[in-house]
C-alpha cells in the first residue's frame, strides 16, 4: 500500500527530542534531578543518583466530533444577503454550515467531541495529563479549556487554551505529541474547537458563507516505544505582518476600557465594555498566502518526515476552500480518494475542521492504522502549520 516512512528520520527526531528534554524538562515527581545526568549535583552540591531518561512515543488512541444541532443552508443565507447556492458551492464547495443555538457553547462542542475521543481511546477522563484546547472563540476571556476539563471530569488535568486560529489543531497535536515525547506524561487530550458565528457579520456576503461551528478531539497516549511515534515530521510558521488579512479586533466604545488607566472621572462606573469586532477579511489575499504556504510547509512537513507524496495515503487539510484543498492535492498528484473533504457539510469550522476530518475519516472507516496522513491547517495570525502522521 505504501513504503514505510524512514525510521531513522523518526529516530533521530525522536533522539533529539528526548536530549533536548532531557535537559529542560522537570519530573513530575522529583524535579530537575531525576533528569540530571552521571555524576550532577543537587543544588546543595550532594551527588544525586542518575536516572536513565526513558524517551517515549505518542500515538493517537481516540477522535471524536461534535456539531451543533442547527444547521444554515445557502438558501437560508441567500435570504439574508446577495447570494446563491450556485455562487457558494462553485466557489468555495461548500453546502451549509452549522451554528450553535440554545445552551450549546464552545464548552459543550469541546466537551461533546473530547467525551468520545476518550471513549473511542478507552482513557479515563481522571488520567489525562493535559488538555490542549484550540480555540479563538472562547465561552470565556480568559479561556474554555478549564470549563471543559469540568464538564468532562478530568480532575488531574492541566487544562489551557491555545490561540493560532485556524492552524490551531495542528499546533495542539504537535505540542501534545512533545508533551508526550519527553516522558512525562501518559495522555494528552487535543481539541480544536470554534464558534465562529459569534462574529461572523451576517450581513457580509464575503464571510457569512463561509464559516460554521464545531468541534473535533484527539487522545495522544504514550507509548514506550519511540519508534511508534505518530509524528513523523512537521513544519509550523507565523507572519504577523499579514494580520490584518483575517481579523475579529478588540474593540472598546469607552476610554477606561483597555485603553488607559482609570482616571478620577472614571470613579463609581463600571469600566466599559469591550467586544471582538466581526470578523473581517480580505478573502483574494488569504486565498492567494494558503495557495502558497499549502504546499510549501507539506513538503517540509514531508521532507523531515523523510515520506515522499506517494506514500501519503491521506490529505487532511484545514477545510477553508474546496479549491485550496484541490489546489494542493494536485499539486502532491494526490487522486480524490486521498482527500478527506468535509467541507459541503460543515463549512469553515476554523480550528474544528481539521480534527473534525480527521474524527469523521476514521469513524467512516477511511483511516485505518497505519495509515500515512497528511495534515495541515492556516489562517489568521497568519499562521500555517503542517504534519506527517502514522495512524
Ligand atoms: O479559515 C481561514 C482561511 N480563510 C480562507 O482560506 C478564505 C480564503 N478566501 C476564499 O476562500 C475566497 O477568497 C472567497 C470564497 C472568500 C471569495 O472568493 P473569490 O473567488 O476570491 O471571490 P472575490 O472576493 O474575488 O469576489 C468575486 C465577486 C465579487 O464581485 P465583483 O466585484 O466581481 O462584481 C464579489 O463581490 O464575487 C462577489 N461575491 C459574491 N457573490 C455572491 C463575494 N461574495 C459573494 C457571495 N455571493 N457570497
Not at 13 to 31: E, L
Not at 170 to 176: H, K, S, T
Request: charged residues 20%.
Amino acid at each position: 500500500m505504501f513504503g514505510a516512512p524512514s525510521m531513522s528520520a523518526v529516530a533521530s527526531s525522536v533522539a533529539s527530542c528526548a536530549r533536548a528534554s532531557a535537559a529542560r524538562v522537570p519530573s513530575r515527581r522529583g524535579g530537575y534531578a531525576a533528569r540530571l545526568g552521571v555524576g550532577a549535583k543537587s543544588a546543595r552540591g550532594a551527588s544525586v543518583v542518575p536516572a536513565a531518561f526513558t524517551p517515549a512515543g505518542a500515538k493517537i488512541a481516540g477522535v471524536g466530533m461534535e456539531l451543533p444541532s442547527q444547521s444554515l443552508t445557502n438558501e437560508d443565507l441567500a435570504a439574508l444577503v446577495d447570494t446563491n447556492d450556485e455562487w457558494i458551492r462553485t466557489r468555495t464547495g461548500i453546502g451549509k454550515r452549522h451554528v450553535i443555538s440554545g445552551d450549546e457553547s464552545l464548552t459543550s462542542l469541546a466537551a461533546g467531541a473530547a467525551k468520545k475521543a476518550l471513549a473511542m481511546a478507552n482513557v479515563d477522563a481522571k488520567d489525562v495529563d493535559v488538555i490542549i484546547l484550540a480555540t479563538s472563540s472562547p465561552d470565556d476571556a480568559f479561556g474554555s479549556a478549564c470549563t471543559v476539563q469540568a464538564e468532562i471530569g478530568a480532575s488531574g488535568a492541566l487544562a489551557y487554551d491555545l490561540t493560532a486560529a485556524c492552524s490551531g489543531f495542528v499546533v495542539g497535536l504537535v505540542n501534545g505529541v512533545h508533551f508526550l515525547r519527553g516522558g512525562e506524561y501518559e495522555h494528552v487530550l487535543v481539541i480544536g474547537a470554534d464558534v465562529l458565528s459569534r462574529y461572523v457579520d451576517w450581513r457580509d456576503r464575503g464571510t457569512c458563507i463561509l464559516f460554521g461551528d464545531g468541534a473535533g478531539a484527539c487522545v495522544l497516549s504514550k507509548t514506550t516505544d519511540p519508534n511508534d511515534c505518530c509524528l513523523l515530521g512537521f513544519d509550523m510558521h507565523s507572519d504577523g505582518t499579514g494580520n490584518g488579512n483575517l481579523t475579529s479586533k478588540f474593540t472598546s466604545e469607552s476610554q477606561v476600557c483597555g485603553t488607559a488607566k482609570p482616571t478620577s472621572e472614571s470613579d463609581g462606573a463600571a469600566s466599559g465594555v469591550g467586544s471582538f469586532a466581526n470578523i473581517a477579511m480580505n478573502g483574494q489575499e488569504v486565498f492567494k498566502f494558503a495557495v502558497r504556504t499549502v504546499p510549501d510547509t507539506l513538503t517540509k512537513s514531508l521532507d523531515k518526515a523523510g515520506v515522499s507524496s506517494e506514500e501519503i495515503d491521506h490529505l487532511v487539510l484545514h477545510q477553508a476552500n474546496q479549491r485550496i484543498i484541490d489546489g494542493a492535492a494536485k499539486k502532491f498528484g494526490l487522486g480524490k480518494e486521498k482527500v478527506v473533504s468535509n467541507i459541503e457539510k460543515y463549512g469553515n469550522t476554523s480550528a474544528g475542521s481539521v480534527p473534525i476530518a480527521m474524527a469523521e475519516a476514521v469513524l467512516e472507516g477511511r483511516i485505518k492504522q497505519g495509515d500515512i496522513v497528511a495534515t495541515a491547517g492556516f489562517g489568521a495570525g497568519l499562521t500555517w502549520a503542517s504534519a506527517i502522521l502514522r495512524w
